[in-house]
Protein backbone atom coordinates (compact mmCIF):
# COMPACT_ATOMS: atom_id res chain seq x y z
CA UNK A 1 0.00 0.00 0.00
CA UNK A 2 1.00 3.23 -1.03
CA UNK A 3 -0.22 6.62 0.54
CA UNK A 4 0.15 9.99 -1.39
CA UNK A 5 -0.21 13.13 -0.37
CA UNK A 6 -0.03 15.94 -2.27
CA UNK A 7 1.61 20.03 -1.37
CA UNK A 8 2.07 23.01 -3.07
CA UNK A 9 -0.68 24.45 -4.40
CA UNK A 10 -2.18 27.82 -4.02
CA UNK A 11 -3.53 31.08 -6.36
CA UNK A 12 -1.01 32.04 -9.42
CA UNK A 13 -1.64 35.33 -11.75
CA UNK A 14 -0.97 34.96 -15.48
CA UNK A 15 2.68 33.41 -16.71
CA UNK A 16 3.40 33.01 -12.44
CA UNK A 17 4.73 29.41 -11.64
CA UNK A 18 4.11 26.91 -8.84
CA UNK A 19 5.47 23.57 -8.10
CA UNK A 20 3.64 20.82 -6.77
CA UNK A 21 4.87 18.01 -4.45
CA UNK A 22 3.97 14.12 -4.28
CA UNK A 23 5.22 12.73 -0.99
CA UNK A 24 4.98 8.73 -0.49
CA UNK A 25 4.65 6.60 2.48
CA UNK A 26 4.12 3.26 3.10
CA UNK A 27 6.65 1.59 0.77
CA UNK A 28 9.56 2.09 -1.33
CA UNK A 29 8.57 4.66 -3.67
CA UNK A 30 11.02 3.80 -6.86
CA UNK A 31 9.11 0.62 -7.89
CA UNK A 32 6.21 2.87 -9.04
CA UNK A 33 5.38 5.03 -12.29
CA UNK A 34 3.77 8.15 -11.20
CA UNK A 35 1.67 10.24 -13.19
CA UNK A 36 -0.19 14.05 -12.24
CA UNK A 37 -4.08 14.07 -13.57
CA UNK A 38 -6.12 17.48 -12.80
CA UNK A 39 -10.06 18.10 -12.43
CA UNK A 40 -11.31 21.33 -12.95
CA UNK A 41 -15.34 21.97 -11.56
CA UNK A 42 -18.10 20.56 -13.79
CA UNK A 43 -15.49 18.76 -15.89
CA UNK A 44 -13.54 15.23 -15.87
CA UNK A 45 -10.46 14.28 -14.83
CA UNK A 46 -7.95 15.31 -17.56
CA UNK A 47 -4.35 13.49 -17.73
CA UNK A 48 -1.36 16.45 -17.03
CA UNK A 49 2.25 14.13 -17.01
CA UNK A 50 3.42 10.87 -16.02
CA UNK A 51 6.97 9.75 -15.02
CA UNK A 52 8.29 6.33 -14.85
CA UNK A 53 10.00 4.58 -11.75
CA UNK A 54 13.18 5.96 -12.78
CA UNK A 55 12.67 9.27 -14.11
CA UNK A 56 14.54 8.22 -17.43
CA UNK A 57 10.64 8.59 -19.06
CA UNK A 58 8.39 11.28 -19.30
CA UNK A 59 5.18 11.90 -21.16
CA UNK A 60 2.99 14.99 -21.40
CA UNK A 61 -0.38 16.55 -22.68
CA UNK A 62 -0.39 18.50 -25.41
CA UNK A 63 -1.56 20.80 -23.34
CA UNK A 64 1.29 21.32 -20.78
CA UNK A 65 4.07 20.19 -23.00
CA UNK A 66 6.83 23.28 -23.15
CA UNK A 67 5.31 24.39 -19.63
CA UNK A 68 5.25 22.03 -17.18
CA UNK A 69 7.99 19.66 -15.97
CA UNK A 70 7.73 16.15 -13.91
CA UNK A 71 10.58 14.78 -11.95
CA UNK A 72 11.19 12.64 -9.09
CA UNK A 73 13.87 12.45 -6.22
CA UNK A 74 13.27 8.82 -5.21
CA UNK A 75 15.70 9.06 -2.09
CA UNK A 76 12.81 11.85 -1.28
CA UNK A 77 9.90 9.58 -1.73
CA UNK A 78 8.56 12.53 -4.02
CA UNK A 79 7.96 13.45 -7.49
CA UNK A 80 7.55 16.91 -8.63
CA UNK A 81 5.27 18.96 -10.84
CA UNK A 82 6.92 22.11 -12.14
CA UNK A 83 4.28 24.34 -13.60
CA UNK A 84 5.44 27.57 -15.70
CA UNK A 85 3.61 30.11 -17.93
CA UNK A 86 0.38 29.16 -16.08
CA UNK A 87 -2.85 29.69 -17.83
CA UNK A 88 -6.44 30.45 -16.95
CA UNK A 89 -7.23 27.03 -18.04
CA UNK A 90 -4.88 25.26 -15.51
CA UNK A 91 -7.31 26.11 -12.68
CA UNK A 92 -8.20 22.40 -11.08
CA UNK A 93 -7.61 20.56 -8.21
CA UNK A 94 -4.53 18.27 -8.92
CA UNK A 95 -3.72 14.75 -7.51
CA UNK A 96 -0.72 12.60 -8.04
CA UNK A 97 -1.28 8.63 -8.32
CA UNK A 98 0.99 5.75 -8.85
CA UNK A 99 0.82 2.32 -10.28
CA UNK A 100 3.26 -0.69 -10.00
CA UNK A 101 4.07 -0.90 -13.55
CA UNK A 102 7.53 0.09 -15.61
CA UNK A 103 6.06 2.20 -18.35
CA UNK A 104 4.63 5.97 -18.16
CA UNK A 105 0.75 6.14 -18.03
CA UNK A 106 -1.59 8.50 -19.88
CA UNK A 107 -4.68 7.09 -18.35
CA UNK A 108 -6.30 7.54 -14.82
CA UNK A 109 -7.35 4.26 -14.71
CA UNK A 110 -4.50 2.64 -15.05
CA UNK A 111 -3.71 3.91 -11.69
CA UNK A 112 -4.18 2.03 -7.95
CA UNK A 113 -3.37 4.73 -6.02
CA UNK A 114 -4.15 8.22 -5.35
CA UNK A 115 -3.68 11.46 -3.29
CA UNK A 116 -6.34 13.75 -2.32
CA UNK A 117 -5.26 16.50 -4.31
CA UNK A 118 -3.84 20.20 -4.35
CA UNK A 119 -5.53 23.03 -5.27
CA UNK A 120 -3.93 25.55 -8.20
CA UNK A 121 -6.59 28.41 -8.73
CA UNK A 122 -5.80 31.15 -11.27
CA UNK A 123 -6.45 34.71 -10.00
CA UNK A 124 -6.97 37.26 -12.56
Known amino acids: QVQLVESGGGLVQAGGSLRLSCTAS????????VGWIRQAPGKEREFVAA????????YYADSVKGRFTISRDNAKNTVYLQMDNLKPEDTAVYSC?????????????????WGRGTQVTFSS
Open 51 to 58: INWSGQST
Open 26 to 33: GRTFSGYA
Open 97 to 113: AATGGTGVYSFPRYYDY
